[in-house]
């Protein structure tokens, strides 16, 4: 099986920074494409963040400048630091990996559980 982690989400003010981490683990043979979705209350999810494996990456225009994804392919785990955050990045973050493992054929989606982020003052 193959689990994804989030971890580092929290309330913070507006214009401050948090960094998640979303790790993968498991029976995993490679993992290729890294993602951020959010979803806010009352809207649908939407892509953050991508990065492929060789680290090429591509944001949402509404956090360019302000959010960076990097990844630790050693560790195959994925970050997003999000700086100078606006109440508007309220959301519930999650990650996306295209990953294939040893227990199945094929490169699946796996998603984690979601890290609540809560912009306010």
């Known amino acids: 099986q193959v689990q994804l982690v989030e971890s580092g989400g929290g309330l913070v003010q507006p214009g401050g920074s948090l960094r998640l981490s979303c790790a993968a683990s498991?029976?995993?043979?490679?993992?290729?494409?890294m993602d951020w979705y959010r979803q806010a209350p009352g809207k649908q999810r939407e892509l953050v963040a991508h990065?492929?494996?060789?680290?090429?990456?591509n944001y949402t225009d509404s956090v360019k400048g302000r959010f960076t994804i990097s990844r630790d392919n050693a560790k195959n785990t994925v970050y997003l630091q999000m700086n100078s955050l606006k109440p508007e990045d309220t959301a519930v973050y999650y990650c996306?990996?295209?990953?294939?493992?040893?227990?199945?054929?094929?490169?699946?989606?796996?998603w984690g559980q979601g890290t609540r982020v809560t912009v306010s003052s």
């Open positions: 996306n990996a295209q990953i294939s493992s040893y227990y199945r054929n094929g490169v699946y989606d796996y």
């Open positions: 498991g029976s995993i043979f490679s993992v290729n494409a």
């Open positions: 990065i492929t494996s060789v680290g090429t990456t």
